[in-house]
């Protein structure tokens, strides 16, 4: 096994704290999916929104899929003018046999305009 990060990505429509919480528990579970991870496999996950995502935490959807004893941290991204709105960013590090050319970062809705190197 080794510990490796996995990237991810998504874009809601409002700041609003349903969106906020599906969105975010749909990256979670589609970087589990993609990358064949289990919770126990989840070392931690450190969430980022930019600062016009405030109507709620984005770990708190991971903590309601029960992800209750993985530690998970937000944060605020950087205000870079003209970056895209209203994304919410994961890094996870993991416990995994695949290989760092294996992992499958994931950018869901607009957010996948981020990244378009990158396999769907």
């Known amino acids: ?8 990505a998504t874009q809601v429509d409002h700041n609003d704290r349903d969106e906020i919480l599906d969105a975010t528990a749909e990256l979670v579970a589609e970087v589990l999916y993609r990358n064949k991870l289990a919770p126990d496999d989840v070392i931690s996950m450190v969430f980022t ?4 995502l405030t109507a709620e935490f984005p770990a708190y959807a991971a903590r309601k899929m029960g992800l209750t004893d993985v530690p998970l941290l937000c ?26 050319a294996d992992i499958r970062h994931v950018y869901l809705r607009g957010a996948a305009m981020l990244r378009t190197d990158l396999p769907r």
């Open 1 to 8: 096994m080794s510990v490796r990060a996995v990237r991810g």
């Open 49 to 52: 929104a930019t600062p016009d």
């Open 75 to 100: 944060a605020s991204e950087i205000a870079v003018p003209g970056s895209m709105p209203r994304v919410l960013r994961l890094l996870a590090h993991v416990d995994t046999e695949l290989t760092r």
